[in-house]
């Protein structure tokens, strides 16, 4: 097959002085049959294959908007600005009103290469947007599926797929840096065989593998560049690729969000037994699950290779800040390790289909699941444990270095022990996920999850039939309540105002820092908890029933009368745990001390408690 698509039809969006590229095609085929090498194997009846193969190409164009400085404001003058840029040393404009060459940091040299010649307007001057470019953002995509079949004998057979996809998309970034490739890879193999013990006695065992990954490759050397610019105390050689964030007012910035990615890796086992007996047809059967996802963590654009702002502070305008290397702030952050969550699921159940006259069969069976919460191999989770009065606690992992990885900002801020009482409200406790009684997932375990199911059909006559069934199932919590627990008062930013008691710049880069620690803390009772999950979170249940009349009016036509209700339970939802009662007086003329936990801020929860009810 094939499919063709172009921009014959596209329209301009705003800001677009050209339409970008786009043609693409989508290709792919399929074959498959028994597998026959001439003169050396026969498969036929005995060994099968598919094969599945998808391209996709599509070359198009993304629009680059970007607002540049211009020559002359490259060279430190400023006299087609209408602005007046001072010398922040001294408080006096600069002589002509142009930076000498002599006083532009080498930082900002460093950066200025990676800024484009304007291509919108004269140029003269500053103006929005004055560097307009469509560039390379193709999309591709492969893919193909592979399935061997084998009959091994008349009791043994066996199965492989395997399922592999690479699509990687160019993604533009600003001023002249390289462009991002945004991979998406999956792989997946699966494997069966099926033994046929006795003619009433079969079991099939099969095993599964996938992999799927989403990353942001940026083809620029971050590091060996950030390392060039010696800027002082930023950690060289960082774990992660990436870049400094210097943020110019009213300029597109130098900057570049750190490359993300996100994996999820599964192991899968399933054994099921089928036993024919009279007229019973027994299944039992176990499922047992190994879950990773892993994802990076991140604080600030910048992250610990530091965010500086410009904003005209000292010298009156942004880029002449910048030219001079004097920020009003500087915060750098203090990461680590990358998120890494990790679990293993059991399952198991038994179940019978008896067929008690030629009318009536009744299925029931029994379930039993065991979904234990993630914990984080890079120590970054944290929970909030309300059963605590008046502080509640913090709870982290149980390895030594769970603890050093809560932010001294935080601790400050939610007046984390050993602090004193404030307002007769004792310091919050910081508690391991051992000395808590809780489990690495810093979340109750549930062993009683008990599924049971029944249903039956009974046939009236010839023509009419009535089935009824009802069972309980529950809902699996993945990755994403794990996830609301990382970075929680892991986010460890130091901050450092860059404006002296005089007005004047206290450091200038490659300085990246003032004197003392740069640790940024709240008022007690302002630290956010963003989002905990409730300690004895209970896995979400719902409850089913069925019943239906199916009634054959003639050879051609059928009629079904039923009744569906369901009843779920143990639902998540996300309530604000601190919040105060309600009251005449407005909130903000009430002390903390009114607040549940008042050492606290917002303290938000995945709790389980919904419910709903549903008939049709």
Partial sequence: ?????????????????????????????????????????????????????????????????????????????????????????????????????????????????????????DGTRRSVNNFIENRVANIESNQFDLRIDQVLGPKHSVFGRYTWKQNPTLGPNNLTLPSDTNNANHNQFVGSHTWTIQPTLLNEIRGGWSYAETRTDFPFDGRAFTNSLNLRDIQRDIFFNGLPNFSIDQYTGFSKTRPGFSRSTNAQFIDNLTWQKGKHTFKFGGDIRYLRAESALGFTTGNNYGDFSFNGSFTGNSWGDFLLGTPVSSQIAVLSADNDGRAIHYKFYGQDSWRITNKLTLEY???????????????????????????????????????????????????????????????TPIVTAKEAGLPEGLRKNYYTQFLPRVGFAYRLDNKTTVRASAGMYNMIILGSVFFSLTGTVQSDVRFFNNVGANGQPIFTLPDTRTPGSGIRTGAVGSFEFRTANQIDFRPPQMTQWSFSLDRQLTNTTGLRLSYIGNKSSHMPWAPDVNQMSPDTRFFSQRPNTDRPFPNWGLIFSRDAGASTNDHS
């Avoid at 309300?386 to 030594?400: A, F, I, L, Q």
Wanted: one cysteine or more; proline letters at 9%; glycine letters at 10%.
């Fill in 365 to 427: 069976g029994l379930r039993w699941e065991f979904h234990p919460g993630y914990y984080d191999a890079g120590f970054n989770i944290a929970n909030f444990d309300r059963s605590v009065p008046r502080t509640g606690r913090v709870v982290v992992m149980s390895d030594p270095k769970a603890r050093t990885l809560v932010a001294p900002g935080a601790i400050v801020s939610f007046n984390g022990c050993p602090g004193q009482p404030i307002n007769g409200v004792p310091c």
């Fill in 1 to 121: 097959f094939w499919y063709h698509q172009n921009r014959a039809f596209d329209a301009l969006t705003f800001g677009q002085s050209s339409l970008p590229a786009k043609v693409s095609n989508n290709f792919g085929g399929t074959i498959g049959g028994p597998v026959r090498i001439p003169k050396l194997y026969d498969g036929k009846n005995k060994t099968f294959f598919q094969f599945a193969w998808e391209s996709l190409r599509f070359p198009r164009q993304s629009t680059i908007a970007n607002t540049i400085p211009s020559q002359r404001l490259r060279q430190g003058d400023f006299t087609a600005e209408g602005v007046t840029v001072r010398d922040p040393l001294t408080g006096q404009p600069f002589p002509g009103n142009v930076i000498p060459g002599a006083r532009i940091n080498s930082v900002a040299r460093a950066i200025i290469q990676f800024y484009p010649a304007i291509n919108i307007g």
